[in-house]
């Protein structure tokens, strides 16, 4: 018993198939290619952004206003108490500059005050360039670390590069808005840490020459003061200094950063769309593996049961057995490619 449509079946399906894998590869050598190269660009992109944001120095603080929450800067909240205060403190200052008007400043901030608000707005500095949707790599070990860095472990796509455009935005505002206030401030705290070092060391001194009156000449003890006083102010800090780097951080973040993530995310966006590799290769092995099964497998078997059911007997039987075993023997590495490839492409990163 003969089926012209089942011999013809593996021979048709084998060359269609053929002639479309040969097709589909050039396209997806030359496809994947592109989305590659964008996707290569946007690694070195991030990476650079990651060190970007590193920052070079950590100024911990007792801060009050400054909150983590399930790994995020508590931003609504760093706006209003951190910022908006900083920015307004000296806000005579700006005004003046800006508009001539010489308003004179209703109540002078405590010193306590004053070091509320620089320690609040130095820590917040540092934790808006290391929490999402930044990316820089946290200096210190803290207990919300791990939820940090979870946070920023999400994909970076336009709503993370909008909300933080939204965040730079507002920081420079705030800092072309209140920049002298905001300097004034930072001057004030170095000198009130200055002063009160400056205390200590007198106190300290004033304490040994009660402690060691009477018992040490007074050569020596002169010689202990001198020696107290050449020493190095603990505090040497330059609030000025850090507060404008980061400022002009933001302003870079504006100038170059921001820009270069458009790119490189709009560029890898733009070849996963038009391409769609991951989508039609996959498309590509199912439809390879249905032909080979139904239409190349399946009627080379039928073809050997019709042929052998009318002139069945046991002596063709091994002959028989032997034919199936090589036809299962030269399929399966086909099927096993197949099924290789597409674990494979299914696991790709991009579409």
């Given amino acids: 018993m003969s089926s012209p449509i089942l011999e013809l079946l593996p021979s048709i399906h084998?060359?269609?198939?053929?002639?479309?894998?040969a097709f589909f590869s050039a396209f997806v050598v030359f496809a994947f290619q592109k989305v590659q190269d964008a996707e290569d660009k946007k690694k070195r992109v991030l990476k650079g952004v990651e060190e970007f944001d590193?920052?070079?120095?950590?100024?911990?603080?007792?801060?009050?206003?400054?909150?983590?929450?399930?790994?995020?800067?508590?931003?609504?909240?760093?706006?209003?108490?951190?910022?908006?205060?900083?920015?307004?403190?000296?806000?005579?200052l700006d005004k003046k500059a800006s508009h001539g008007i010489n308003i004179r400043q209703s109540d002078e901030p405590s010193d306590q005050e004053v070091k509320e608000v620089v320690g609040d707005l130095m820590l917040m500095?540092?934790?808006?360039?290391?929490?999402?949707?930044?990316?820089?790599?946290s200096m210190v070990s803290t207990r919300d670390l791990n939820r940090i860095e979870e946070q920023k472990s999400k994909p970076?796509?336009?709503?993370?590069?909008?909300?933080?455009?939204?965040r730079i935005n507002f920081l420079k505002w705030n800092w072309e808005?209140?920049?002298?206030?905001?300097?004034?401030?930072?001057?004030?705290?170095?000198?009130?840490?200055?002063?009160?070092?400056?205390?200590?060391?007198?106190?300290?001194?004033s304490e040994m020459k009660e402690s060691f009156s009477g018992e040490v000449s007074e050569n020596d003890i002169e010689e202990m003061v001198q020696d107290i006083k050449n020493r190095p102010v603990?505090?040497?800090?330059?609030s000025v200094r850090i507060i404008t780097d980061y400022f002009e951080k933001v302003f870079q973040y504006e100038q170059r950063v921001i820009p270069a993530l458009f790119e490189a995310l709009s560029e890898y966006k733009m070849y996963n769309e038009r391409f769609k590799i991951k989508k039609w290769s996959l498309i590509v092995i199912k439809l390879v593996i249905f032909i080979l099964t139904l239409g190349?497998?399946?009627?080379?078997?039928?073809?050997?049961?019709?042929?052998?059911?009318?002139?069945?007997?046991?002596?063709?039987?091994?002959?028989g057995w032997f034919e199936f075993f090589v036809l299962v023997s030269t399929l399966t590495p086909y099927f096993y490619a197949c099924l290789y490839f597409y674990r494979k492409v299914k696991g790709l990163t991009f579409d």
Avoid: H
């Fill in 14 to 21: 084998v060359t269609i198939v053929g002639v479309v894998a």
């Fill in 54 to 92: 590193t920052p070079n120095k950590y100024l911990g603080s007792p801060a009050t206003n400054v909150r983590i929450n399930d790994g995020l800067l508590n931003w609504k909240e760093c706006r209003r108490e951190v910022l908006y205060r900083a920015a307004r403190m000296f806000s005579d």
């Fill in 125 to 137: 500095l540092y934790y808006v360039f290391t929490t999402y949707p930044f990316s820089g790599i």
């Fill in 156 to 166: 970076f796509d336009e709503s993370r590069i909008t909300e933080l455009q939204n």
């Fill in 177 to 205: 808005s209140g920049r002298l206030s905001i300097i004034e401030l930072a001057k004030r705290y170095d000198s009130i840490r200055y002063n009160e070092e400056k205390e200590i060391t007198e106190n300290l001194i």
């Fill in 234 to 238: 603990t505090y040497s800090s330059d």
């Fill in 296 to 319: 190349v497998f399946i009627p080379l078997v039928t073809l050997e049961v019709l042929e052998g059911v009318p002139d069945f007997n046991w002596n063709n039987l091994l002959m």
